[in-house]
């Protein structure tokens, strides 16, 4: 017996907005959505788990943890406890997801890193939800 890491809960003042940017930025899909939360699964979600309504449990350990935005009233006041790291593929342009990611509404933080001496980008989502962009990686 075991666990799966299920979701990340995410607090968010518009739900379906916050999902549809993150499928966008991780080139996934909403597969749920109403008024008071909206999740998102990252990434090519295989169709053979999208389309039934159940499926065994070694396919289901190997679906991604999705990202759940719920409702709530206030807006973000603080710097994140917790944070998403994404990170590029060697074969990819880091710089061009950057850019792609800003293009697509996330802007840069600055959370008191040191440009010169780390090897990630600190960007914050449209609601101001700060995540990284690590340097490339293979593994």
């Known amino acids: 017996m075991r666990l799966r890491w299920y979701t990340v809960v995410l607090d968010s003042i518009d739900p379906t907005a916050q999902a549809r940017w993150w499928a966008q930025a991780l080139e996934g899909e909403v597969v749920f959505e109403s008024a008071e939360e909206a999740v998102v699964i990252p990434g090519d979600l295989p169709p053979e788990i999208r389309e039934r309504e159940s499926v065994p449990a070694a396919e289901w350990h190997q679906t991604p943890p999705g990202l759940c935005f719920v409702a709530v009233p206030e807006r ?7 944070h998403l790291d994404l990170a590029p593929h060697l074969e990819d342009d880091r710089e061009a997801q950057i850019e792609r ?17 780390v ?3 600190v960007l914050a989502d449209p609601e101001g939800n700060e995540f990284c962009v690590l340097s490339s990686r293979d593994s």
Do not use: F, S
């Open 101 to 117: 990611l800003i293009a697509l509404g996330a802007r840069r933080v600055d959370v008191g890193q040191d440009e010169d001496e």
């Open 76 to 82: 973000k006041a603080v710097k994140n406890r917790l």
């Open 119 to 121: 090897t990630w980008t």
